[in-house]
């Protein structure tokens, strides 16, 4: 039911910040956990930056201190701002939501992020 479609992706130099928006169809207002999560080709899929049901966020280690989260509930769009970008933040970005009643997982196709000069 639910539809996550993540955008903003392309290539950007190191040293730079990129803007990624996932759009979720529906109410947003459902999802009591959204998350931005990573994979490289050959690697695990890994957390960006993700809300908790108690409205804190967590971070993950490769990218802690270098990314923001936020949503905008009137236009259903969950962001997520990578700072400082280095080449090993090349890989494909997705945006992640969890119902916060039934614990249902969804997940958007992905947008690929390029660091390179």
């Known amino acids: 039911q639910v539809q996550l479609v993540e955008s903003g992706g392309g290539l950007v130099q190191p040293g730079g910040s990129l803007n990624l928006f996932c759009v979720v169809s529906g109410s947003m207002f459902d999802l009591g956990r959204m998350g931005w999560y990573r994979q490289a080709p050959g690697k695990q899929r890994e957390l960006v930056a993700a809300?908790?049901?108690?409205?804190?966020?967590v971070y993950g280690d490769s990218t802690k201190g270098r990314v923001t989260i936020a949503s905008e509930n009137a236009k259903n769009t969950f962001y997520l701002r990578l700072n400082n970008l280095k080449p090993e933040d090349t890989v494909v970005y997705y945006c992640?939501?969890?119902?916060?009643?039934?614990?249902?997982?969804?997940w958007g196709q992905g947008t690929q992020v390029t660091v390179s000069s």
């Open positions: 992640r939501g969890v119902d916060r009643f039934n614990d249902e997982e969804y």
């Open positions: 809300t908790t049901n108690l409205g804190r966020t």
